[in-house]
């Protein structure tokens, strides 16, 4: 039966790769430092991607959102229907949505009461996502609730609640919101129910994207303030989005720097045990010279045994942090699957090419020992 040479085109590799499993105890030892330096290199880095993608999903759509109020100079004590004309005008490429807000209690037969807020809009699905029923684009009967509050009261679509005097009927439950932005309990009700209200209390223009945000939020603000005279505040969380990032950027490069440090010390033991290594075989690598083999030959041979242990310790902590992703993933941004996305799947590379790198690196000072040791002295060692 032939043996399994997989390095035989290249004797100095299959040298190196005989070598490991002569002593697989240090060479676990050495494996193991290297997995253990992946783990903590990948590990903290997908960490870092799963509280950024946390943070991206709990801002939700703020960060696409201008909110428009009645500014600290402005005559009115809220925004006049002209306005939300003037805003249109301005705002061409984005929803405007003017909102009229109110509180009120909603009870159910039971004796079961909730206090909510109530808010006035046309444009219920500019605004809105529904778990169950719909947001439609004109809001003109019906209500939206949000779908704590429903199950709260045990309430279900096509259930009528009563709003100063008046029955609507739930047309849709509002998902629930575990971010930043509005959430709680929220009763969603055409425009024409707080027709008694003069003033509409906010505006949102929901932009394209956090950039378009930005730059409508400026445009609003040159349009209608000065200096001197706040007549709408404008209010744009795109600006919040970037600064997460940043702090989140400068974190995962804290958390890599201490996983790199768990790989410097692999990489010292990978060192020490590549020279003791050479020390025990320096009459065996003697003999090699001696019989002809080149400097360069014994050079690849002890760099191969090092590219290996990191091969190998890489790979194996690679395929252990992928499982700590995927647990990181499901607890901190609700799905594992993201573990796969390019912004933490990364790592896995990063991890698996610094585990290679160090292990060539702390093999290079041992390879160019035995490869420069005379073999008359070496074989008199």
Do not use: C, H
């Amino acid at each position: 039966m032939t043996r399994f040479r997989p390095f035989r085109r290249f004797p100095s590799v299959e040298i190196a790769w005989q070598n490991l499993g002569r002593n697989r105890v240090r060479t676990g030892l050495a494996t193991l430092g290297i997995i253990i330096g992946v783990v903590a290199i990948v590990s903290l880095g997908m960490a870092g991607a799963a509280i950024q993608q946390q943070a991206n999903t709990n801002l939700g759509s703020l960060t696409s959102d201008v909110i428009v109020s009645s500014g600290a100079d402005s005559d009115q004590d809220g925004i006049t229907d002209g306005q939300v004309d003037d805003i249109r005008s301005v705002v061409v490429d984005a929803d405007v949505v003017p909102q009229k807000s109110n509180a009120t209690t909603l009870s159910t037969r039971s004796g079961e009461s909730v206090r909510v807020s109530v808010t006035g809009v046309s444009q219920a699905d500019a605004l809105y996502e529904t778990s169950a029923g719909e947001a439609p684009e004109r809001l003109r009967s019906g209500a939206l609730l949000s779908a704590d509050t429903a199950e709260e009261l045990g309430l279900e679509l096509g259930d009528p609640v009563e709003y100063d005097g008046t029955l609507y009927r739930l047309r849709g439950f509002i998902e629930s919101d575990d971010g930043f932005g509005p959430g709680g309990d929220e009763l969603v009700l055409p425009l024409s129910a707080l027709s008694e209200q003069e003033y509409y209390d906010t505006v949102t223009v929901v932009a394209a994207d956090g950039d378009a945000a930005t730059s409508i939020a400026d445009t609003l603000e040159a349009e209608f303030n000065d200096e001197d005279e706040e007549i709408l505040s404008v209010r744009s969380f795109a600006g919040a989005q970037e600064d997460i990032n940043s702090f989140l950027g400068t974190l995962n490069l804290a958390l890599l720097g201490i996983g790199l440090i768990s790989l410097v010390v692999a990489s010292v033991a990978i060192l020490n045990i590549m020279l003791m290594s050479t020390i025990e075989r320096r009459g065996e690598i003697g003999v090699l010279r001696a019989v002809g083999i080149r400097r360069g030959e014994v050079l690849r041979m002890i760099l191969a045994e090092a590219a290996f242990l990191g091969i190998i310790g890489g790979i194996i902590g690679a395929i252990l942090s992928l499982g700590t992703g995927l647990v990181l993933f499901e607890v901190l941004a609700g799905d594992a699957t993201l573990v796969f996305g390019w912004e933490s799947s990364r790592y896995l590379l990063y991890g698996f090419g610094f585990a290679v790198f160090a292990s060539v690196v702390s093999g290079l000072y041992p390879a160019w020992k035995a490869a420069n040791d005379p073999p008359v002295e070496a074989l008199r060692g």
